[in-house]
C-alpha cells in the first residue's frame, strides 16, 4: 500500500523534456538546459520534432523514436498539444508530468476546457501531473532542477511549496548569501491534479525534509489542504504565508490561481488547529525558514535577552510582551553567575544588559548563564556596534556558546558594514540572525507558536462528548418544518427550541400578538420580564430599539408591546412583523455578557466564535475562533485567547463566573454544528454569565438545504474521530472483538502490535524487512484524517488492558473513486474470523465515502491472504510487471 504516489516527480530514474529546444528564451531550451547543468543523475532526454539537436544533445521526435524507459515527462508544448502528449506518456509507462505550458484556466472558457481535456489524460493514465503553468520541480539531493527558473537551489532540508512561481524565484535567491539549502522546491501552478496535500503527503515522510514552507493564494479542496497539512505537522514544523487576506488581494489571488480564498481569521484558526504556524509577510517566511531551520525548537515560551545596550533590549522587550511571550525571572543561581560575571552596574535583570564596553569574553559568559536556566527556553542576543565593540570578536563567542546548547539562540547585530563579516559567521554556523530586534523575537514566537499550535493538533474529538446526549432528531425536525414553509431564518422561539434540544440553557421565550397576549405572558413568567421584537426579516433588534428590558408591572408591558411594533413598523416597513416575545428577566447580578456564533466559511466551512457580546460587539471586535469538532482542551484555549476572559475572574467584589458552565455550552454548539449542517450562521447573544450559571438569552440561527451528495461530517474542514464506526462483535469462538476506527493514542498499541508480529508476517505486509514501526510511520499510521484514509483496529481485552490482534486501512486515490487497502491479522489470532470481518467493515466504511474500487497488492506466496480475499470476491490477477505480486481488485 502506497502512502503517496507522487515519488517519480522528485526521485526520476529518466526525464524526457517536450518541447526543448535552442530557441531564445523558450521555455523547453532553459528546462533542458537546467536539467543538463543540475548534475541530475538519470539520462534526460529531449523530445522535439523539429530538432535533431538540442544543447548540443541528440533531440529525438517522439517517444517511440526513444525506446528506452522514462518516469517524468517535462511538458513545454503549446496547451492545446498536452493532452495528446499524455496519452502517449500513459502508453509508454510515463507515472508523472509537470506541465510548464501557460494558456489554460488563466486564459479564459477555452483554456479551462483544455485544462479539464489535460486533466481527465491524466487521470485516464494513471498520471500524476504538476501544473499546468508552474515553473517545475527542483531536487536538489537528486541533482534535479526541472524548472525554467535562473537559480539552483542549495542542497539542505528545508521544503518549499508555492503557488507562485515568482515567489519560489526570489527565495531561492534570498537563499543563497545566506546559505539555506533546500530539500525540495515545488512550484504548483494551476494545481489542476497535484495540490498541496499530495506534496504535504510526500514531505511528510521525506527523510531530507527537515521543515516546510509554504506561500497559499487559494485552496480548491478545504478537507484534502487540512488533511495534508496536518499529516506534515505532526512530524515537522510547517510555516506558511497565506497571500489575500484583504478583498483586493483576495480579488487579485483568485484571477490568478482560480482558487477561492477563505477570510483571514479563519485562515489562520485553522493554521493554528492544523499546528502549521502562519506569517503575514515573506519577509516574515523568511526569517522562520532560517530559525526553523536551524533545528532548535522551542519547549515554553519563556526567553532571554542579552544586550550591550539598554535601548535595543527594551525594544526587544516589548515587542516579546506584545507578541505573548515571556520574559524570565532568573533563578537564584543564573543571578549568581550573572553577578559574577557581570560589573556592578548591570541591569540585574531580564533584559540582561552586559554594558557597551562587554567584552567578547563577559557577552558568553551572560549568554552560557541564561542558557543554562531551566526557566529559560530560549535567547537572543543583541549586539549594537558600539565604538567598544569587536562585532566579530563578540559573534564567534557566542556561536561556541550556542554550539553547546539545544536551546535555540537568536541574535541580532544591528547595523551594515561593522557588522558584516559577524553575520558571515553566523550563516556558516547556522546560528539564525536578525537585522533588528524586533524580527528576532518575531522568530522565537514562530517558535514558541508551533510548540503551542502543536497541541492543538493532538486533540482528535468525536462529533459528540460522553454528556447526555441531545435530541438531534427532534433539532432536524424543526429545521426541516421551517424550510418546508420556504424560511431560512429561525424565529427566536424555534431557535431557542434548537438550543434546548442540545441541551443548552436558554430563558424560555413565549410569542404575543398582541398587548392582551404579552400580559398574559407576563403574569405567568412572572415580573420582571424582557419584552423583544419578534420578526424573520430582523436580524438584530438593536437596530430598530427593539429590546425592553426590566418592565416590572402590566400597564408599561401594554405599553411597551405598542411602543416595540410601532417602532419596528416605521424602521422597517418592508419587515414582517409578527408580534413581540415576552421573556423572563435573567438578573444581572456578576453578569458578564459574551457570545458564540457559527459562521460558515466559504472555504472551511463552520468555524465557532467566542468572545464579548452585547449590544457593542462589533465595536469591541473580540472573538476567537475554533474549527469543529472541539473538545476541552481546545474550549479552554479558545476561551484564553479572548480578551473578556479576563473578566470572567474574581473582581470589583464580583465572584468568579462559572467558567465550567461556559465549557459544557461550547461543547454542545459544536456537537450541534456536527451534526446539523443545515446550520449556516448562528449568534447567541448575549450569552449571561455569572457564578451560578450561563444562560442563552437571545439567539438566531440561519438554515439553508444540505447538498445531497455531501458525506457525514463533509461540510467540515477537520473530520471528527467517527464514533458511529465502533462495533462490537462476537467472533464465533465467542470471543468479544471491538472494532474501531484508530486513535492517535493507539501509538503504543500500533508498535506492540507490529513488534508481536511474525519476520515472515511483517514482510507479507510491508513487503520489506521491518523490526517495527520508525516514530514517522508510527505517526503516520496512528494520526490519520478519517477522510482520505481510515485504519479499523480489531482490539480484545486481556487483563484490563487493550490488545491489538488486526489492523485494515484505505487510502484513497486522486478522483475519489478507487482507494488502496492493507491488512495484516496478529500471528496467534489467525483463522478466527478476523481478517474477514476487518475487511467488511472496511468496505462498507469505503462505500459510505463514495468510493467504487478498492485494490491492493498481496505476495503471491501469501496464499491465506489470498484464500481471504477470494473468499470476499475480490478479483485476482497477477502484476504484469512483477511476477511475485497479485493485484486484487472489488468493485464496490
Known sequence: MRLTDVDQLFTPSAVAVFGASDGPGSVGGIVYRNLLAGGFKGPCYAINPKYDQVADQPCYKSLADLDRPIDLALIATPAETVADILDQCGAYGVKAAVVHSAGFSEHGERGGVLQERVVEAARRNRIRLLGPNTLGVMRPAHGLNATFGYESARRGHVALVSQSGAVCAAMLDWSGPRELGFSAVVSLGAAA???????????????????????????????????????????????????GRFAAGSRAAKSHTGAWVGSHDVFRAVMERAGAVQVDELDQLF???????????????????????????????????????????????????????LPEHWSHDNPVDVIGDAPPERFRAAVEACLADPGVDGLLAILAPLASADPSAVASEVIEAARKTKKPLLVSWMGAARVADAKLLFAQSRVPHFASPEAAVDALWYLAAHHRNQKLLMQSPGPMSQEEAPDVEGARLIIEGVMAEGRKTLGIIEAKAILSAFRIPTTQAVLARTPNE?????????????????????????????VRLNIADALTVRRTFTEIVERARRMRPEARIEGVTVEHMVSTRAARELMIGVLRDSIFGPVITFGAGGTDVEVLQDRTLGLPP?????????????????????????????????????????????????????????LIGNDREVVAVDARIQVN????????????????????????????????????PIRPE??????????????????????????????????????????????????????????????ARYMSRPGGEACEFAIVVADAWRARGIGARLMRSLMENARRRGLRVMEGEVLTANTRMLALMKSLGFRIERDKLDPGIKIVTKVL
Open 705 to 740: 438545504y444540505r447538498p445531497p451528495q455531501m458525506t457525514t461530517y463533509g461540510h467540515m474542514a477537520i473530520h471528527p474521530y467517527p464514533t458511529h464506526l465502533i462495533e462490537s462483535v462476537q467472533l464465533p469462538d465467542g470471543t468479544d472483538l471491538t472494532i474501531r
Open 193 to 243: 491534479d497535484i495540490d498541496f496535500g499530495d506534496i504535504l503527503d510526500y514531505l511528510a515522510l521525506d527523510t531530507q525534509t527537515h521543515s516546510i514552507l509554504m506561500y497559499v493564494e487559494g485552496i480548491r479542496d478545504a478537507r484534502r489542504f487540512v488533511s495534508g497539512l496536518r499529516a506534515a505537522a505532526r512530524l515537522k514544523p510547517v510555516i506558511v504565508v497565506k497571500a
Open 518 to 546: 404579552a400580559l398574559m405572558a407576563a403574569q405567568v413568567l412572572g415580573f420582571p420580564v424582557v419584552m423583544k421584537i419578534n420578526s424573520p426579516d430582523i436580524g438584530h433588534k438593536s437596530d430598530v430599539d427593539g
Open 746 to 807: 493507539d501509538a503504543q498499541l500500533e508498535q506492540d502490535f507490529v513488534r508481536g508480529l511474525s519476520e515472515q508476517t511483517k514482510y507479507f505486509r510491508f513487503m520489506q524487512a521491518l523490526k517495527e514501526l520508525t516514530p514517522e510511520m508510527l505517526v503516520r499510521f496512528t494520526q490519520i484524517d478519517y477522510d482520505r484514509e481510515m485504519a479499523l483496529i480489531g482490539v480484545v481485552e486481556e487483563q484490563g488492558a487493550e490488545v491489538e490482534v488486526g489492523v
Open 287 to 341: 526569517a522562520a525558514a532560517q530559525v526553523f531551520g536551524s533545528g532548535r525548537r522551542l519547549s515554553g515560551e519563556r526567553i532571554a535577552i542579552v544586550t550591550n545596550g539598554g535601548g535595543p533590549g527594551v525594544l526587544a522587550a516589548d515587542r516579546a510582551v506584545e507578541q505573548g511571550l515571556t520574559l524570565t525571572q532568573f533563578t537564584e543561581p543564573t543571578r549568581q553567575r550573572l553577578e559574577a560575571a
Open 630 to 686: 472541539l473538545n476541552a482542551f481546545i474550549i479552554q484555549t479558545m476561551i484564553g485567547h479572548a480578551r473578556v476572559s479576563r473578566l470572567m475572574g474574581a473582581f470589583q467584589h464580583m465572584p468568579p463566573m462559572n467558567r465550567e458552565a461556559l465549557a459544557r455550552i461550547l461543547q454542545r454548539v459544536s456537537e450541534m454544528v456536527c451534526e446539523l449542517p443545515e446550520i449556516i450562521d448562528m449568534e447567541i447573544n448575549p
